[in-house]
């Protein structure tokens, strides 16, 4: 493996313990998407110096995530891995998945609290605080829900419009 990626895969282990996914998840995430091609758990196991259960659970976490897929090689019984090339389906999947998996059952939670604080007569305060934080979460699952409805090269320009959303604030 060339120093570079290693370079590269180390720092994506890192990087991911700071979002709260598992180091080893994400350096196996690295290689494979590095990786010109698919490769089995041994391959990964060997390059990575991880112990084969770990590249296992982690595969399966990565596939749940639906960033990585399994293919066959004729002739070989094992299953061979490999990373989705698309940055933008790539992170598209990673996005969905956490918005299902962290924000959904948020907004489900905070939608019970609001209603469940007026039906209480919570203070004001606090119905006000949930209300404001439901309404912005939902805003957000909205904007993501609509914008990865389009097709992928109108996501790109959506993206790219930074500047000019920021004009609209301004005037400028």
Known sequence: MSDINTRFILHWGEMSSRWGINRSVAQ??????????????EQISEQLD???????????????????????????????????????????AIIEHRKRREVDPTLDMLRDCVDEAKADQADEYTINRMKELRDLLEAMS???????????????????????????GTGK
């Open 50 to 92: 991880m112990a084969r259960s770990n590249v296992s659970t982690s595969l399966r976490e990565l596939q749940a995530f639906g960033i990585v897929r399994v293919s066959h090689k004729i002739g070989d019984r094992r299953d061979y891995f490999e990373s989705e090339k698309d940055v933008w389906a790539m992170v598209r």
């Open 28 to 41: 196996i995430h690295a290689l494979l998407f590095l990786s010109p091609e698919p490769l089995n758990a």
């Open 142 to 168: 909205k904007l993501f829900d609509q914008v990865s409805s389009l097709p992928p090269g109108a996501q790109k320009k959506v993206l790219k419009m930074g500047s000019k959303i920021r004009r609209l």
